[in-house]
């Protein structure tokens, strides 16, 4: 069954470092996604994505986010400068038509800024 | 402002038995509402959804059902089985939009 992969799956870094979240969505999708889940809360929607540019932000992507599909298969979210309230698992998810009918989810990158 | 919630952090049922998981939603606009199952460690998995033209779904055990008029739907799981043991998010969506707006789950155990 296809698969959506992320990479890494645990990151730790700095406070004020920049991390780059990698995600390869399933293969014939066009629509593309970041969630967040912060420990013990809601899973929260970031940013979604579609014919090469953002078709929807939440208001926690401010401008220390950003997203990229660089080569027609990768997606990436960029955090230029964490923050200690960026520690959560980053989940990226992919879906053939809008979403509506549920997304193929990735197992998520833990993100840990110390 | 909470638009979807689930107001059962846990729920506990023995195997064999009907599990019951609640969701409520406060915006009239959502017209598709789904459940996604979560493991430790992995992603959400997509089960099953509902568009708001209908009032019931069904998918092998998992029943979707849909009150519009209250806001409310639930999922009904027959039988329950210990590997159903997990998260269970309720999420909903606009036709026109991609993004869902996630309850913040009910954890299901399922004894044997």
């Known amino acids: 069954e296809p698969e959506v992969t992320q990479t890494p799956s645990h990151q730790v870094t700095q406070m004020g470092q920049e991390v780059i979240l990698r995600c390869v969505p399933i293969?014939?999708?066009?629509?593309f996604y970041w969630y967040r889940q912060i420990l013990g809360q809601k899973v929260e929607f970031l940013v979604s994505?579609?014919?090469?540019?953002?078709?929807?932000k939440s208001e926690i992507f401010d401008d220390q986010f950003s997203v990229e599909r660089p080569d027609g298969s990768n997606f990436t979210l960029k955090i230029r400068s964490t923050k200690l309230e960026d520690s959560a698992m980053y989940f990226c998810?992919?879906?053939?038509?809008?979403?509506?009918?549920?997304?193929?989810f990735g197992s998520g990158t833990r993100l840990t800024v110390v | 402002d909470q638009q979807v919630k689930q107001n059962s952090p846990s729920l506990s049922v023995q195997e064999g038995r009907i599990s019951i998981l609640n969701c409520d939603y406060t915006?009239?606009?959502?017209?598709?509402f789904l459940w996604y199952k979560k493991y430790p460690a992995e992603g959400p998995t997509f089960l099953i959804s509902?568009?708001?033209?209908?009032d019931k779904n069904e998918d092998g055990r998992f029943t979707v059902f849909l009150n519009k008029s209250a806001k409310h739907l639930s999922l009904h799981i027959v039988p329950s089985q210990p590997g159903d043991s997990a998260v269970y998010f309720c999420?909903?969506?606009?036709?026109?939009?991609?993004?869902?707006?996630f309850g913040d789950g009910t954890t299901l155990t399922v004894k044997p």
């Open positions: 998810a992919s879906s053939e038509y809008r979403g509506v009918e549920g997304y193929t």
């Open positions: 293969s014939n999708h066009l629509y």
């Open positions: 999420a909903a969506s606009y036709t026109n939009a991609g993004k869902s707006t």
């Open positions: 509902i568009s708001s033209i209908k």
């Open positions: 915006n009239s606009m959502f017209d598709y």
């Open positions: 994505f579609y014919n090469n540019e953002i078709s929807e």
